[in-house]
């Protein structure tokens, strides 16, 4: 499971590129006296992401979450001069190409940062917004792969989670129902009304406004 986020993150990417995250990593493999190689790539991060004053952040820069809303506040105000469009074409570029086998994310979905945000609804949704905003069709070839995405991480009743999709098959397995009490991957596998607002407006902006997506999404957004 690390090999795969490793590979997915890049050799510099620490995981999620977060030192405290790294860090957890780090210390439990070193505790259990395992994968010195993982430990030493930990260790490599360390001393790349450590600040000039000794300390270090909780995590990098969050930069297509930032970007993806700049640039829609931008062309919400009507601006669309040249740093807008190098943005619009900046967050295209963002798009996970490749699926992620950390979540079992398909691919076509945008996350946090480069290289290591992992594809979750959230950013998925608000790319899809700024792409809509600046003219972007649901013909265009990128929009209709974030859209698919979207299709395919949506939960049996209608929401979505921020990482993960959630089968109602899954939602009677008990063994399912232990992991969604442990705080970690709740994270990863509960249903979230804010992760569902930015996926529904995400393909508002892309001229997806009715449908059963958009239904089952808004009956279940009503009952929250």
């Known amino acids: 499971y690390l090999e795969d986020i490793i590979q997915f993150e890049g050799p510099l990417g620490g995981f999620v590129e977060s030192p405290m995250m790294c860090a957890n990593v780090c210390i439990a493999l070193t505790v259990a006296n395992k994968r010195r190689d993982i430990v030493e790539h930990c260790v490599r991060y360390f001393r790349n992401s450590v600040h000039a004053d000794g300390a270090w952040p909780v995590t990098r820069d969050l930069e297509v979450d930032a970007t993806n809303f700049i640039t829609a506040g ?10 807008v469009k190098q943005a619009v074409n900046w ?3 963002a ?6 086998a950390g979540t079992g994310a398909p691919t076509g979905g945008w996350g946090w940062g480069l290289p290591s945000g992992w594809p979750n609804s959230g950013n ?3 790319a899809l917004k700024v792409l ?3 003219g972007a069709s649901n013909t265009d070839l990128q929009v209709e792969r974030g859209i698919r995405w979207l299709q395919k991480q949506q939960n049996y009743d ?3 989670s921020c990482f993960a999709h959630i ?7 008990p063994s399912f129902l232990l992991v969604r009490k442990a705080r970690s991957p709740k994270v990863l596998y509960s249903p979230c009304t804010v992760m569902t607002a930015e996926a529904l407006s995400g393909l508002a902006h892309c001229g997806v406004r009715k449908g059963p997506i958009v239904d089952r999404a808004l009956r279940w957004l009503i009952t929250q």
Do not use: E, H, P
Request: charged share 25%; proline share 0%; glycine share 18%.
């Open 124 to 126: 998925t949704g608000d």
């Open 132 to 134: 809509g905003l600046a």
């Open 74 to 83: 931008m062309l919400i105000s009507g601006v669309y001069d040249d740093n």
């Open 95 to 100: 798009q996970r190409i490749g699926k992620f």
């Open 158 to 160: 209608g929401s979505w």
């Open 91 to 93: 967050v295209r570029g």
């Open 167 to 173: 089968s109602r098959a899954a939602m009677l397995d």
